[in-house]
């Protein structure tokens, strides 16, 4: 799958302007965004023929007009966010395994996971938006379409896909989590009765933030031994 990808954006990159194909839909609630998504689009050289609407209200009508290849949703929308975007497309009898990127204005992991459970192929932060970055993920929610049947995305990619951005948020959270269990300890030894209450509660706290940070380094070996537990 990965080789057919790689050879497809080959291609793509090798062509002035690949020759029109890819049926996109853009649905962003702001002008502004819109206009660079279908700037950056083109760009891409993919041959992208692209519509766009505004808000949730439109999206079912615009699904009866037409079918698409991939479907851009913007997590920010009046009247709801991009999952109830989603569930709309999943519903509809003719776009319903449509392949879907999410677009966020933040970069947050939990809209990410949460996009990506959900069955989106992919997620991309405004912010780091390019025409490569936008290419290779169009790419890949179009072939991993045609290679699961129409099946929605693997539990497997979604797991890989998870670590990733929880790897990506590592770095950053490991500093503040060692700073709160040095503090913890540092209450816990200066607790008169070291066998109390509060000092057990210190205790407890210490733990689930080191739990937390050998989740971050290792979910999948964490959940496993979690499941040994119980």
């Not at 879907?100 to 996971?113: E, F, L, N, P, Q």
């Not at 209450?197 to 964490?222: F, N, S, V, Y």
Request: proline residues 3%; negative net charge; contains cysteine.
């Amino acid at each position: 799958m990965q080789q057919l990808a790689d050879e497809m954006e080959k291609h793509a990159r090798s062509l002035p302007y690949a020759a029109a194909g890819i049926k996109a839909l853009v649905l962003d609630d702001s002008v502004f965004d819109r206009r660079r998504i279908r700037r950056i689009s083109h760009d891409t050289r993919l041959g992208i023929i692209m519509d766009e609407i505004a808000s949730l209200d439109a999206l079912e009508a615009m699904l009866d007009q037409d079918r698409f290849d991939v479907i851009l949703i913007d997590y920010n929308l009046p009247g709801g966010d991009g999952i109830d975007a989603l569930m709309k497309i999943r519903r509809h009898e003719v776009n319903g395994s449509c392949p879907t990127i999410m677009v966020t204005g933040d970069d947050k992991s939990d809209v990410a996971v949460k996009a990506l459970k959900m069955g989106c192929a992919d997620y991309i932060a405004k912010d780091q938006m390019t025409a490569d970055r936008l290419r290779r993920s169009i790419i890949g929610a179009i072939e991993r379409l045609n290679v699961a049947g129409q099946e929605p995305l693997a539990r497997a990619d979604v797991e890989e896909a998870t670590a990733s951005i929880m790897a990506k948020y590592t770095s950053t959270l490991q500093p503040k989590l060692a700073r709160v269990i040095r503090e913890m300890r540092s209450l816990r030894k200066s607790v008169r009765d070291p066998s109390g209450e509060t000092a057990g509660e210190l205790e407890r706290i210490e733990r689930q933030c080191i739990q937390i940070w050998a989740t971050l380094l290792d979910p999948k070996a964490m959940g496993e031994a979690g499941d040994r537990r119980h």
